[in-house]
């Protein structure tokens, strides 16, 4: 969601916009239907209230004609409907911008609601320049993102086969006794249930059977998702962000992935107190005269990244300290990152001990996710945005020409990284240092005497034997 009010953009059709006037138009959208405003720019009131079916041939008509009578600049509310719809009238020429349905100015003393009505109130809206406009993520950017939230729908349904099974063994007068839920002995036990030798019923085995079923088959398919996130976290427009994310304690793969696909741009919020309220992160207020009165968190934002937030503020409960996965994340990133982790770490550990002495742990974790979001802002706001990393590819990869294919193996790059790597061209053991150490698709160039080389893919074979590194020669990817 970008922080400022909407200002209806230029058209792009064929008529002159400096001949014809402009015409708001306030877009309700549903499944089966679209019920559009028309105003004017000089109209006191909507001149038209037309109900259309949401068919994109039928509603490009319509445009059509009402374009030749001035500049059309269209808004809808986001919701379920998705972007297709913005997209579309892009792809036509029509100028159209998505509002954030939280932030929609609210009478109180209307009490009545229905489709022209919301319409018309946000076309005058619209021309007043009071909506907030959110941003609309590329259809890349849109498809990653249903990836990583599929994993959250997997991981929801996993919970639910987890109460499913206990509680139905619990009627029938099974419960385990020898430990904690889900560890390995419960996982024994729950499994020979399901054999021939188990004491349940013929009928309660079938039940059993099908809800023991039902949580294997989840827990596969999240077991493949997550390999999936893997792969897609090495996306050149992803892996910076997930990288610096990693660094920060609490913030796994997942998390990071989280994070990063659905802010996207960080720089777009000026401030962190911005992403905080963008994540629903700040407390309600009801202040009045000389009385402050402030309540509990709005949760008018982003569920997603607010609860990825949450998760990872426990992990500030305990004391500051480096474990060992952590500096495997941290391996290869920027001093200043780390320090400014640990920094992180210090901060948030004093600040939850503080709080926690005084109000409920569940409040002091919240208070700790908020300030949190602060200090990945910090080192976020400077990561080039997808768009930017685009245009530097496209314009390394018009500069460079005079592709070599050649199969030698380079030896100092084995020996540093345990991978074969296939070359260009042989690289000196000096010049091995400046080559990441972390997964890429980045070409990164270096030189080598007058000749500029680029590597891609260091892959570490200890994860993943026999994969073999991708090099790049003069730009263009030299695959075996």
Known sequence: MSPRAAQPSTSTTAASPATLPIIYLGLDVHKDSITIAVLP?????????DRLPND??????????????????????????????????????????VIAPSLIPMRPGVQRKHDKRDAADLARFYRAG??????????????????????????????????????????????????A????????????????????????RLVYREYHTLLLYKLQRREELDRQIEQL??????????????CFRGISLHSAMVLATEIVDWRRLDHPRQLACYLGLISREDSNGNRTRFGSITKAGNSHCRHVLVQAAWSYRHRPATSVDLKRRQAGQPPAVITHAWKAQQRLHQRFNHLSYRKRPQIAVVAVARELIGFLWAVLRDVPTAPAVEAQAASADASWSGVRRRGSMCEHARRRYGAWVRCSTRIPEHRMSQLPTNPIRAALPISVGNRRISAGYIVDAASRPRRTTTMYHAGRCCNP
């Open 41 to 49: 720019e000089a109209a006191k009131t909507p001149t038209r209230l």
């Open 56 to 97: 994109l041939p039928k509603l490009k008509r319509w445009l059509d004609r009402l374009a030749k009578e001035g500049e059309l600049r269209a808004c809808y509310e986001a919701s379920g409907a998705g972007y297709v719809l913005h997209r579309a009238l892009r792809e036509w020429g029509y100028a159209c911008e």
């Open 130 to 179: 009071e909506l907030v406009v959110v941003r609309i993520p590329s259809e890349a950017e849109e498809r990653v993102r249903d990836v990583v939230r599929c994993r959250e729908t997997f991981q929801r349904e996993i919970l639910k086969s987890r109460h499913y099974i206990p509680k139905f063994l619990a009627r029938r007068g099974f419960v385990f006794r020898e430990g």
């Open 181 to 204: 839920n889900w560890c390995t002995p419960h996982l024994r036990w729950l499994q020979h249930l399901t054999t021939e030798a188990s004491p349940l019923a013929p009928h309660d």
């Open 233 to 246: 976290a090495l996306l050149q427009t992803l892996a910076p962000m997930v990288r610096r994310l990693q």
